[in-house]
């Protein structure tokens, strides 16, 4: 097990390497050995580090926060849209474009409509003191319909010349204007990713049944809001930095099981390292195939739902 972990980690190490010379601008492989080297040097270190980091952090986020979704509700088909965050930090952003378009401001507004709509979802799935699953899909279905028709709304009185393809663009997410101060506030992940990673054997646990889990002396109804806050918060920052990238968090857990197993102690792992490395490739693509730049959205969605059929498929065949 551990050297299929080695191997992956060894695998992304070197799509980082090569992703450097990976863009419409042509990178020699042996740029830092040129006189004249300071053109590459900016687009290396200022351009196209900064995303190949941000995409790890971002792959690997989004793909914790499946498992960590799939593990507390006990559903192979949960992803981090599940509790309507998606569309709380979308329509916090629609605001922040409509108000002054500045990205700082883009973000912040997003991060804190998609806490915001989580904390709405505790709430109204909060019932005599505990939080049930049941009561917690319903909630995300209810918030998530909320903030999807105040998206709606922001886009129907957006300027269609300006603000409404702004809108559109950042919902596509995209890599694109990324910068080292993006790096840092996403560096934030690290956080709520090590508590998790620490708390990952317990993931197990949370497999079972509520009565199995209390049963043997576990406190599943707090371990489940301290899994969800955590994933939540994973799930918030990328998409107010990059915008929503769909199909990670529901497609890559799949991916890790099916190369490591089921225990969570690796694949908690695995999905990290493998998040890291399919939206990188996927960035990869998106700016490689033509001259402008293709919103990272679509690549994912292209390229994982065919997966995510052939992963069914496969799954299928294996308990038949």
């Given at each position: 097990?551990?050297?299929?972990?080695?191997?992956?980690?060894?695998?992304?190490?070197?799509?980082?390497?090569?992703?450097?010379?990976?863009?419409?601008?042509?990178?020699?492989?042996?740029?830092?050995?040129?006189?004249?080297?300071?053109?590459?040097?900016?687009?290396?270190?200022?351009?196209?580090?900064?995303?190949?980091?941000?995409?790890?952090?971002?792959?690997?986020?989004?793909?914790?926060?499946?498992?960590?979704?799939q593990s507390v509700f006990r559903n192979p088909l949960a992803s981090p849209d599940i509790l309507g965050t998606a569309f709380g930090c979308a329509f916090g952003a629609a605001v922040g474009i409509l108000l002054s378009g500045n990205l700082i401001l883009i973000?912040?507004?997003?991060?804190?409509?998609?806490?915001?709509?989580?904390?709405?979802?505790?709430?109204?799935?909060?019932?005599?003191?505990?939080?049930?699953?049941?009561?917690?899909?319903?909630?995300?279905?209810?918030?998530?319909?909320?903030?999807?028709?105040?998206?709606?709304?922001?886009?129907?009185?957006?300027?269609?010349?300006?603000?409404?393809?702004?809108?559109?663009?950042?919902?596509?997410?995209?890599?694109?204007?990324?910068?080292?101060?993006?790096?840092?506030?996403?560096?934030?992940?690290?956080?709520?990713?090590?508590?998790?990673?620490?708390?990952?054997?317990?993931?197990?646990?949370?497999?079972?049944?509520?009565?199995?889990?209390?049963?043997?002396?576990?406190?599943?109804?707090?371990?489940?809001?301290?899994?969800?806050?955590?994933?939540?918060?994973?799930?918030?920052?990328?998409?107010?930095?990059?915008?929503?990238?769909?199909?990670?968090?529901?497609?890559?857990?799949?991916?890790?099981?099916?190369?490591?197993?089921?225990?969570?102690?690796?694949?908690?792992?695995?999905?990290?390292?493998?998040?890291?490395?399919?939206?990188?490739?996927?960035?990869?693509?998106?700016?490689?195939?033509?001259?402008?730049?293709?919103?990272?959205?679509?690549?994912?969605?292209?390229?994982?739902?065919?997966?995510?059929?052939?992963?069914?498929?496969?799954?299928?065949?294996?308990?038949?």
């Open positions: 097990m551990n050297k299929k972990l080695f191997f992956m980690g060894f695998l992304l190490t070197a799509i980082i390497f090569f992703s450097v010379f990976i863009g419409p601008v042509k990178i020699p492989l042996d740029f830092w050995l040129l006189k004249n080297k300071s053109y590459y040097e900016t687009i290396v270190y200022d351009v196209r580090l900064p995303r190949i980091i941000l995409s790890c952090v971002v792959g690997g986020s989004m793909s914790l926060a499946g498992v960590v979704y973000q912040l507004f997003s991060l804190i409509s998609g806490i915001l709509s989580t904390f709405a979802v505790f709430y109204i799935a909060r019932k005599d003191g505990h939080i049930d699953i049941l009561s917690l899909v319903i909630s995300g279905i209810i918030v998530g319909s909320f903030f999807s028709s105040l998206l709606g709304l922001a886009k129907y009185f957006a300027d269609p010349d300006n603000k409404l393809p702004a809108i559109t663009f950042w919902l596509m997410g995209s890599f694109s204007d990324v910068g080292y101060k993006d790096v840092a506030i996403g560096l934030v992940c690290l956080i709520p990713i090590c508590v998790i990673y620490y708390k990952r054997w317990f993931l197990n646990v949370a497999n079972l049944e509520d009565e199995e889990a209390i049963a043997i002396g576990f406190d599943i109804h707090r371990f489940r809001i301290l899994m969800i806050g955590l994933s939540t918060l994973l799930v918030s920052i990328s998409i107010s930095l990059v915008g929503i990238i769909g199909w990670v968090g529901l497609v890559v857990p799949h991916m890790a099981r099916l190369v490591v197993g089921y225990d969570n102690k690796y694949v908690v792992v695995a999905s990290l390292i493998i998040g890291a490395l399919f939206v990188l490739l996927c960035d990869d693509i998106a700016r490689s195939l033509t001259t402008g730049e293709i919103p990272i959205g679509i690549v994912t969605s292209f390229i994982s739902a065919p997966l995510f059929g052939f992963l069914y498929k496969m799954n299928y065949a294996k308990n038949k």
